[in-house]
């Protein structure tokens, strides 16, 4: 089945920084979406983004369908940017999505 | 709009009891997930429901069961619950089975078995 991995696995940042999280993947998808995983558990849909660039606020990410790769970028981080931040995506039959490992990513004051 | 709803949001149980995870949406949506979530690991797919009255094995259905009960709900039962099936469980759901639409999830279960 399809792969996904995301790098790097642990990010450490001071508030203000900027970042780039990647997610690969290892076969044509149609469904590519970008997760923030709270402190308290609640999964955040980020973007919806399986080809393309999108812009929220500090956050954008693009997708490379035909390179097999996501970006996510944080800009201007602050602490309540922590949390977990999973790619994941819809290539098999079952229209499950297939998560990567995901990137901890803790911004400190 | 509430989108996913599940419930209960925690539980403690003994090995051996049984219990229904629910989970309605209200979204008007005709596929739904129940996936779970175990320390340091992105989320693995138990059972799915393209349409209602249809129902699918994941990744990892050993040990459960589940009811698509209308368009909107979808419960998943532990018929004789395991320390193994600790975890965070999460309903989701898309407009249909492989659409160009995201999933949306609810907020999860903390299950506990002892």
């Known amino acids: 089945g399809i792969q996904v991995e995301q790098s790097p696995p642990d990010l450490i940042l001071q508030e203000g920084a900027n970042s780039t999280l990647r997610c690969n993947f290892s076969?044509?998808?149609?469904?590519l979406q970008w997760f923030h995983q709270n402190p308290w558990g609640q999964l955040i849909n980020l973007f919806y983004i399986p080809s393309g660039t999108k812009q929220n606020g500090r956050l954008s990410a693009t997708t490379v369908a035909t390179e097999r790769y996501s970006l996510l970028y944080i800009s201007s981080s602050q602490t309540t940017d922590s949390g977990v931040y999973f790619c994941a995506v819809v290539g098999g039959s079952q229209g499950n999505l297939i998560f990567g490992k995901g990137t901890k990513l803790s911004v400190k004051p | 709009n509430a989108g996913v709803t599940q419930t209960p949001k925690f539980q403690v149980l003994k090995t051996g009891q049984s219990m229904t995870l629910q989970c309605a949406q209200d979204?008007?949506?005709?596929?739904m997930y129940w996936y779970r979530q175990d320390p340091g690991m992105g989320l693995r797919l138990i059972y799915y429901s393209a349409s209602e009255g249809t129902t699918d094995k994941g990744e990892v259905p050993n040990g459960y069961n589940v009811s698509r009960l209308n368009k909107r709900e979808f419960s998943l039962r532990l018929e004789s619950a395991a320390p193994s099936q600790t975890s965070v469980y999460f309903c989701?759901?898309?407009?249909?089975?492989?659409?160009?639409?995201?999933?949306?999830f609810g907020d999860g279960t903390r299950l506990s078995i002892l």
């Open positions: 076969d044509s998808v149609n469904n």
């Open positions: 989701a759901s898309s407009e249909a089975l492989l659409s160009n639409q995201p999933q949306h």
């Open positions: 979204m008007n949506h005709n596929s």
